[in-house]
């Protein structure tokens, strides 16, 4: 089969879980024996190289957000189907998404998309830190621009065949909404090369205990909420436990104000910043913890959790009822702390309770580890993407009208309505959201110019587990 992958992130230039998740799809569909062309759009010139052979629409620099550029409908060459795909897999969250539809229309090729957004919970982060702070214009944001967002990517998903959902919390998110498409709920799966190797060496400071270390893995951005950890952390943690290690894998925009969040808190020596790091790095923090915490409530998925639970590290997370919510069973694999005005109490209470009893953190751990490989396995998972693309087609196939005439006016003005003008506009105004919100910060870490997760393309791991 031949798959396009539509993807914001062409090459893996800073670590976040769409793009490391679209290079696992590629790898893993490949050793099955499809061929995957990545779509996405050109990259900026501090990444690296696309694969050749790759579909790329020109781009604008997304002053917001690092390592993001911007798609547009352009080169016409990038809508001529030289490939000749069988099924188009969206993990766009930009407005590339429309490029599948509109393909559908064109060449007869089947879509479907893979939502990695929850709209209503991210929407907000958007807004310019000027703005942010002030609570009538989140609530604005929340209730007009953000419904406008929302019909725009239920617009783009009706136009295909399929949505892929990560956990039930969107599932019935888009039923609710009307999407009348089938909806499929598929977890992402866990890429073996990485995780499924043995631990490595211990990559924490020699100064943290053992048994007291509290690990997070993310993307320093203001949606991911850190600064609620690092907070719990000095306020309900170190009390208890003078001992305890909180280290903040990652890099980002807010890295500069969550490092000095931690100086002026006075719990440099007992916080960690250690950096962005290569993807097959994570699995050695994730293995030498004690508990992995989180307090993102703007989830489609999390991959970072089910990494973690694969790993044997117990989470401890905020009840988002979305992707974080779907991946631990409260009290067996970790616990889940409900949101609210004393969340960070909760936080704090929770761990100081895990890290008290370290037979209670080995046990969950074990049934964190047991319970991903039947959940995220990549063989479990790849199949379901499969059965997904199977009814893709024949979703194309009941609902296919008149075949698309390249000199009927009415077929061109009706994609231009649906598809070309609202990509075009939408996207415009991003950019200009962008640049008000201005140059992401990366005060110490530069986006990396190498392949973070650069891997061998077969490796024995994942090539043994398919012939198996």
């Known amino acids: 089969m031949r798959v396009a992958v539509l993807t914001d992130y062409p090459v893996v ?43 790329l629409l ?19 060459r990038a809508f001529k189907n030289e490939q000749m795909f069988d099924v188009i897999h969206s993990h766009a969250a930009s407005l ?14 089947p879509c479907l998309s893979t939502n990695t957004v929850y709209i209503p919970g991210f929407a907000q982060y958007t807004l310019p830190q000027q703005l942010y702070k002030f609570g009538f214009v989140r609530d604005f944001w ?66 943290f205990s053992r048994e007291k270390r509290i690990v997070s893995v993310s993307r320093h951005a203001r949606e991911k909420d850190i600064d609620k950890l690092i907070v719990a952390f000095k306020q309900y943690v170190l009390p208890r436990h003078p001992d305890a290690s909180l280290t903040l894998v990652g890099d980002g925009q807010e890295h500069g104000e969550l490092v000095a969040l931690a100086e002026a808190l006075g719990i440099s020596d007992r916080v ?24 993102s409530m703007t989830e489609t998925y999390g991959q970072v959790v089910s990494e973690a639970l694969w790993c044997g590290a117990p989470a ?20 889940l702390v409900q949101p609210g005005a004393d969340e960070l109490e909760q936080l704090g209470r929770t761990l100081n309770q895990l890290l008290a009893e370290p037979e209670r953190i080995a046990r969950m751990g074990a049934n964190a580890a047991r319970r991903a490989r039947t959940r995220v396995a990549p063989q479990v998972i790849y199949r379901q993407y499969e059965d997904a693309y ?48 201005g140059r992401a910060k990366l005060d110490k870490y530069a986006i990396p110019t190498q392949r973070i997760d650069a891997l061998p393309a077969r490796t024995e791991t994942v090539a043994q587990e398919f012939a198996a």
């Open 272 to 295: 960690d910043f250690p950096g962005e790091k290569a993807h097959h790095e994570t699995r050695d923090y994730y293995g030498h913890a004690s508990v992995f915490a989180y307090a």
């Open 142 to 207: 929340a209730n007009v621009p953000t419904k406008a967002v929302e019909a725009s990517f239920a617009k783009a998903y009706s136009g295909g065949d399929g949505l892929i959902v990560q956990c039930a919390g969107l599932a019935k998110y888009w039923e609710d909404y009307g999407l009348s498409v089938p909806i499929h709920v598929i977890p992402r799966p866990i890429d073996t090369a990485i995780f499924g190797v043995p631990l490595g060496p211990d990559p924490y400071r020699s100064t």
């Open 58 to 76: 020109d781009s604008v620099k997304f002053a917001g957000h690092p390592g993001v550029q911007l798609p547009f409908a352009w080169p016409p």
């Open 316 to 335: 401890v997370a905020l009840d988002d009822k979305m992707g974080v919510t779907f991946q631990v069973q409260d009290g067996f694999d970790g616990v």
């Open 96 to 109: 590339l998404m429309h490029w599948g539809p509109m393909m559908r229309a064109k060449h007869d090729i």
């Open 390 to 437: 199977g009814s893709a087609r024949e979703h194309l196939d009941r609902t296919r009208r008149e075949g698309f005439m390249a000199k009927a006016l009415p077929q061109w003005v009706q994609m231009m309505n649906r598809h070309v003008v609202p990509w075009t506009v939408q996207q415009c105004l991003l950019v200009a959201l962008g640049s008000v919100r």
């Open 13 to 55: 230039a800073f670590a976040n879980g769409p793009s490391l998740a679209t290079q696992s799809l590629k790898r893993h569909l490949e050793l099955r024996g499809h061929e995957v062309t990545i779509v996405g759009p050109k990259p900026g010139r501090d990444v690296p190289d696309v694969e050749p052979g790759s579909v």
